[in-house]
């Protein structure tokens, strides 16, 4: 198993500004995944977090929005750039494991005002 | 990618009875695994079952897989207060590492 520390928790962040939540892993692993929970639903994938290279995105999501950093085998960071109340959510990372089992962060609930 | 989907009922069950949720996906997959959500917080891995299973325990936990029906099942049996959660199914498909998330189960055991 790993242990995933996620952070900040939560936040209430203004308009038109970004954060930035660290994902910080106890064990190196090979692939780190974000993903969004909007309030009420379930997980919708943001990005694979790549180390060494650009992460690759789902969908209806970008890199100008949401820039990921992978430095290395352990951390990776999502930045929620030039927020709008429509980012409110709460943000999760996920380390990949044996057979695709993921292990997941406390998660990160943001609400933007 | 395929989706997990759960049927979007709303479980409130009695202490110690047994709570059964679904779910349903649409393509091939190389397994399917259920996780439990506590009040919009990080996911815990309950149980992994792989597309040539039929079924599988883990404690309290029994899960069934039909591939032909493409649809999976969780059961609770005996359920407690603290498993009331939501609890989300989620697939994965053969040379994939992602996971294709259902749209999740709010299970509540009243005391």
């Given at each position: 198993?790993?242990?995933?520390?996620?952070?900040?928790?939560?936040?209430?962040?203004?308009?038109?500004?970004?954060?930035?939540?660290?994902?910080?892993?106890?064990?190196?692993?090979?692939?780190?995944?974000?993903?969004?929970?909007?309030?009420?639903?379930s997980l919708t994938l943001i990005a694979t977090a790549n180390?060494?290279?650009?992460?690759?995105?789902?969908?209806?999501?970008?890199?100008?929005?949401?820039?990921?950093?992978?430095?290395?085998l352990t951390f990776s960071t999502l930045t929620v750039s030039?927020?709008?109340?429509?980012?409110?959510?709460?943000?999760?990372?996920?380390?990949?494991?044996?057979?695709?089992?993921?292990?997941?962060?406390?998660?990160?609930?943001?609400?933007?005002? | 990618?395929?989706?997990?989907?759960?049927?979007?009922?709303?479980?409130?069950?009695?202490?110690?009875?047994?709570?059964?949720?679904?779910?349903?996906?649409?393509?091939?997959?190389?397994?399917?695994?259920?996780?439990?959500?506590?009040?919009?917080?990080?996911?815990?891995?309950?149980?992994?079952?792989?597309?040539?299973?039929?079924?599988?325990?883990?404690?309290?936990?029994?899960?069934?897989?039909?591939?032909?029906?493409?649809?999976?099942?969780?059961?609770?049996?005996?359920?407690?207060?603290?498993?009331?959660?939501?609890?989300?199914?989620?697939?994965?498909?053969?040379?994939?590492?992602?996971?294709?998330?259902?749209?999740?189960n709010q299970v509540v055991v009243i005391p």
């Amino acid at each position: 198993s790993a242990v995933i520390s996620q952070k900040p928790s939560r936040d209430i962040c203004q308009r038109g500004t970004s954060l930035t939540i660290q994902c910080q892993v106890d064990s190196q692993v090979t692939m780190m995944f974000w993903y969004r929970q909007q309030p009420g639903q379930s997980l919708t994938l943001i990005a694979t977090a790549n180390q060494g290279s650009e992460a690759t995105y789902e969908s209806g999501f970008v890199i100008d929005k949401f820039p990921i950093s992978r430095p290395n085998l352990t951390f990776s960071t999502l930045t929620v750039s030039n927020m709008s109340p429509e980012d409110s959510s709460i943000y999760l990372c996920s380390a990949l494991a044996r057979e695709n089992i993921q292990y997941f962060g406390a998660g990160t609930r943001l609400s933007v005002l | 990618s395929q989706q997990g989907e759960e049927d979007p009922q709303a479980l409130s069950i009695q202490e110690g009875e047994n709570a059964t949720m679904n779910c349903s996906y649409k393509t091939s997959i190389n397994n399917l695994q259920w996780y439990r959500q506590n009040s919009g917080r990080g996911l815990v891995h309950l149980i992994l079952i792989r597309s040539n299973e039929r079924e599988k325990h883990s404690g309290r936990l029994r899960v069934t897989l039909d591939t032909s029906k493409k649809s999976s099942s969780l059961l609770i049996t005996a359920s407690r207060a603290a498993d009331t959660a939501s609890y989300f199914c989620a697939t994965a498909a053969y040379g994939n590492n992602r996971l294709a998330f259902g749209k999740g189960n709010q299970v509540v055991v009243i005391p």
